[in-house]
Structures are given as structure tokens and as C-alpha cells.
């Protein structure tokens, strides 16, 4: 069965329903007619058909359950629905500025996609106010109104790291001083934007002019989204050089 041969398949809501069905528990077949309200003749067709396509499997007590494979499918939907969920920013944004290797749309699928400048602004704010070990930030631009409230949150002993462009003009309260775990590194140029604290991440993508676009946010609290943003601004802290 080729790819073209398998979306077929997960074509039909009814096939699809009974598949997350029986993602969550074995089932009967007629538990799974009564749940989804068909007769058991239709039932029995849209299981034949899974099973063909190796997605499901049935054990000697008569019980159908997904098999690994189709575990990872079930998975695999659940991005593309994210991607379909959010079509029209995606069709005005540029994901490719993230590196190949960490375009993770598993980590990505749990996030959401938050609308207003404002409003993002002030996600912004909070993820440095809220932070209680760490913050870690990459901008194109240095926010003048957060320089003061870093510097304070480094000072009790919060865990700051930032990434800036090379031609950003850093004030000198973000120099190396005792008591102050502020460090700043710089690259030739920010292509996104991110913010992350323990428990929160937003990324910020630009749009196809290549112009980071502050009108929307990624933002997601799950931990897998925010490990991804770890792994993410790790990859290019270690590439950046020391700012002082």
C-alpha cells in the first residue's frame, strides 16, 4: 500500500473515528457500531479496510486495537490537522527559518497561535516577570521597557541568556557583573524571534518578506513545545559569540 493508497483510507471520518476508537482502549466491533452509530455491516467494512492497511489488528477475543504503526499515524495526523487548523498563517509565514533538523512539527502541534501585538507584547513581559529559574530570549531587537526588568530578575538570581543581532546597541547594565546572571551572546543576524521560561515558550516567525512579524505568536506551555524551544535556542547559543 502506497501513501496515496493510506489517505484514502483515513479519508472516510467513519474509518478515521473508529481508529482514534481504538487508539484509546481495544473494542468490539459492536462497542464500536453503538459508539459511532452504524450498523454493524458498515462497521465491519471500515475495519476490514484498516486492517488491510495494517493500521489496526484483532485479537483472539475478538478485540480490535491499533497496531504501532498505526499509533504513529494517529500522530502524524495530529500535525497535519495543527497545519490545516492554521492554514492561512502558514501560507503568509516562513517556517523554514528554523533549521532543518529541529523543524519539529510534533513540538509545534502544541502550541497555539495567538493574534495582537499587545497581546503578545505583553506574553512577552510576563514570561520574564513569571520566570522563576530561567529565561532565555532571541531577538532581531532589543525591548528597552524589558532592559530594566531582566536586569532585576537576574539580580535575584534568575537565569537569563539573550541572543541579539551583531549591530544591536546593548546597554551597560547587560555587561558581566557579580551578582548579575544576565550573559548575552551575538550572531550576524536574527531571522525569528523567541522567548521561554520554565514553564512557557513563543516564538515569533517572520512573514515571506522575511520581516519578523510581531502581530502573531506561537505560544505553548506543553512540555514537549517547551523542550523544543530549549533544544531551539541552545542550538544557536552555542554558534553565537560572546557579546563582552
Known amino acids: ?29 459492536t462497542d464500536i457500531s453503538k459508539a459511532l452509530g452504524l450498523t454493524s455491516a458498515e462497521v465491519s467494512r471500515h475495519l476490514g479496510r484498516l486492517s488491510k492497511a495494517n493500521l ?3 485479537d483472539g477475543k475478538g478485540r480490535y486495537s491499533t497496531t ?22 502558514f501560507l503568509k509565514h516562513d517556517i523554514s527559518v ?5 523543524r519539529w512539527l510534533s513540538a509545534l502541534s502544541k502550541c ?9 507584547m505583553s506574553m512577552v513581559e510576563d514570561l520574564t516577570k513569571n520566570a522563576k529559574r530561567y529565561v532565555r530570549i532571541m531577538s532581531n531587537q532589543l525591548m528597552r521597557t524589558m532592559v530594566d526588568v531582566n ?11 539573550v541572543i541579539y543581532p551583531k549591530d544591536v546597541d546593548l546597554p551597560d547594565s547587560f555587561r558581566p557583573k557579580k551578582g548579575l546572571s544576565l550573559e548575552v551572546r551575538l550572531i550576524d543576524e536574527v531571522k525569528f524571534s523567541m522567548k521561554s521560561n520554565e514553564k512557557v515558550a513563543g516564538i515569533v516567525l517572520p512573514n515571506l518578506n522575511g520581516k519578523i512579524d510581531y502581530e502573531f505568536g506561537l505560544i505553548g506551555s506543553d512540555p514537549s513545545f517547551t523542550r523544543w524551544a530549549e533544544i531551539l535556542f541552545d542550538h544557536f547559543w552555542q554558534k553565537a559569540d560572546f557579546a563582552f
Do not use: C, W
Open 151 to 161: 536586569v532585576q530578575k537576574a539580580k535575584k538570581g534568575v537565569v537569563i541568556k
Open 1 to 29: 500500500m502506497d501513501d496515496h493508497e493510506l489517505m484514502f483510507e483515513l479519508s472516510h471520518s467513519g474509518r478515521l473515528e473508529a481508529l482514534h476508537m481504538l487508539n484509546e482502549k481495544p473494542q468490539r466491533l
Open 112 to 120: 497555539e497561535i495567538v493574534e495582537g501585538t499587545l497581546e503578545i
Open 56 to 58: 489496526i489488528i484483532k
Open 98 to 102: 528554523l533549521p532543518d533538523e529541529l
Open 68 to 89: 504501532s504503526f498505526g499509533t504513529i499515524i494517529l500522530h502524524e495526523l495530529s500535525n497535519l490537522k495543527f497545519l490545516t487548523k492554521y492554514n492561512k498563517y
